[in-house]
């Protein structure tokens, strides 16, 4: 049951450099998401996707691109990382069909760029 | 957007108290309502919802009741035990399928032994 997965767990930037954090799900949900998580601020949401091919922006976007060229994986790419992008990033995914509505979260991506 | 504002953002109780967690959501097309419970260093998870049809939804030691008419909703946990202790999140959305779910700020509880 493997759910949500992202890596890496992990990461230091340097200001400038780009790098791509990896998110898979094995549920078959249309639905997925990637949020940022800053100390007493809650959950952002940067990135959303409803399928293959179709992705949209959320609140705060700027700064980072996604792809989803498949169901299961929906990267999240950093270009030309800043200090204010240092935070807990959680790719997480929905099947857009449950009366619940629950999201699925992975365990978290803790990125900080020096 | 919706706005979701979540009070209080640290709360400490005596295990076997009760703990409540209020959040308030500005867009009156807000239908669906979740909490989620973040453990440390963990990922959230859902542990209820509730939808603007219900104004209460109870499981086991928590519920949630929701006024439309005020625009805000709260999370109730009865008998509280060490193993609640963790940070909550409300969210809102006018669409289940969640791609426009806005959270509050989170509420870290502390259950004290």
């Known amino acids: 049951n493997a759910g949500v997965t992202q890596t890496p767990k992990f990461r230091i930037l340097k200001i400038g450099q780009s790098m791509t954090l990896q998110c898979a799900q094995d549920?078959?949900?249309?639905?997925m998401y990637w949020y940022r998580q800053d100390p007493g601020m809650g959950l952002k949401l940067i990135y959303y996707?409803?399928?293959?091919?179709?992705?949209d922006k959320g609140e705060v976007p700027n700064g980072y691109n996604v792809s989803r060229s498949t169901t299961e994986d929906f990267p999240l790419r950093l270009e030309l990382a800043a200090p204010s992008q240092t935070s807990v990033y959680f790719c997480?995914?929905?099947?857009?069909?449950?009366?619940?509505?629950?999201?699925?979260f992975g365990e978290g991506s803790r990125l900080t760029v020096l | 957007g919706e706005n979701v504002e979540q009070h209080p953002s640290t709360l400490s109780v005596q295990e076997g108290d009760s703990a409540v967690i209020k959040c308030t959501y500005s867009?009156?097309?807000?239908?669906?309502f979740p909490w989620y419970k973040q453990e440390l260093g963990k990922r959230p998870q859902l542990i209820i919802d509730?939808?603007?049809?219900?104004g209460e939804k109870k499981d086991q030691r928590i519920a949630v009741t929701l006024n439309k008419t005020a625009k805000h909703f709260s999370l109730h946990i009865t008998e509280t035990q060490p193993e609640d202790s963790a940070v909550y999140f409300c969210?809102?959305?006018?669409?289940?399928?969640?791609?426009?779910?806005?959270f509050g700020t989170g509420t870290r509880l502390t259950v004290i032994p």
């Open positions: 996707s409803v399928g293959a091919g179709i992705t």
């Open positions: 997480a995914s929905a099947s857009g069909t449950s009366v619940t509505g629950e999201l699925f």
């Open positions: 509730i939808r603007s049809n219900v």
């Open positions: 969210a809102a959305s006018y669409r289940t399928g969640a791609n426009n779910l806005f």
């Open positions: 549920m078959n949900h249309n639905y």
């Open positions: 867009d009156s097309a807000s239908n669906y």
